[in-house]
């Protein structure tokens, strides 16, 4: 079966560092473009960053510099390391794969995980 | 950065009625507009996109319309599986891509 599966999440105190992990199946991680969104408390929807096929990256500006998305291969697997973390990071995280087979994402996606809950509080 | 607002809040109907959900974005988007159903513990699932194409396996009683800045989604006679958070999404201008706030569709 497709399907994205989250992992990782958990309460961490401002400041502190947590990875997320997407583990694919049914299809390769490498030959897509794998993004992380999240919903935070009562809020919408927020897309945070993307992964091309080629390695190129983008954040969303509030996660530039503390937030780096990268996927293992070998495990088919996507990840986002948070580091820096705030009480404005809390949210379920989810990771998305982008309906694009092409050259170029299409950026709106046909493929998402159930998403895992960061909290970061004190 | 796009802004895209979503409207009512909460919509409330009967099932078997028509809904009809709104999407607005604060510049043209094109026909750059995707929709996504949403239920809680659940993955997101991919509607509508290029503001009118159904996505793989979704029913004929989901419809989008709009272009430029105003969008809807119509769902024509609701089921009970339809009562969700809806939320619309640009993929016109990126990055970022931008999401509403989202409409929750109760049962009335």
């Known amino acids: 079966e497709v399907q994205l599966v989250e992992s990782g999440g958990g309460l961490v105190q401002p400041g502190g560092s947590l990875r997320l992990s997407c583990a694919a199946s049914?299809?390769?991680?490498?030959?897509?473009?794998m993004s992380w969104v999240r919903q935070a408390p009562g809020k919408g929807l927020e897309w945070v960053s993307v992964?091309?096929?080629?390695?190129?990256?983008y954040y969303t500006e509030s996660a530039k510099g503390r937030f780096t998305i990268s996927r293992d291969s070998s495990k088919n697997t996507l990840h986002l390391q948070m580091n820096s973390l705030r009480p404005d990071d809390t949210a379920v995280y989810y990771c998305?794969?982008?309906?694009?087979?092409?050259?170029?994402?299409?950026?709106?996606?046909?493929?998402w995980g159930r998403g895992t809950l960061v909290t970061v509080s004190s | 950065e796009i802004v895209m607002t979503q409207s009512p809040a909460t919509l409330s109907v009967s099932p078997g009625e028509r809904a009809t959900l709104s999407c607005r974005a604060s510049q043209s988007v094109s026909t750059k507009l995707a929709w996504y159903q949403y239920k809680p513990g659940q993955a997101p699932r991919l509607l509508i996109y290029g503001a009118s194409t159904r996505a793989t396996g979704i029913p004929a009683r989901f419809s989008g319309s709009g272009s430029g800045t105003e969008f809807t989604l119509t769902i024509s006679s609701l089921q009970s599986e339809d009562f969700a958070v809806y939320y619309c999404q640009q993929h016109d201008n990126w990055p970022p891509v931008t999401f509403g706030q989202g409409t929750k569709l109760e049962i009335k």
């Open positions: 998305a794969r982008d309906v694009s087979r092409t050259s170029w994402p299409y950026w709106y996606f046909d493929l």
């Open positions: 049914d299809f390769t991680v490498s030959s897509n473009y």
């Open positions: 992964l091309f096929t080629g390695g190129k990256t």
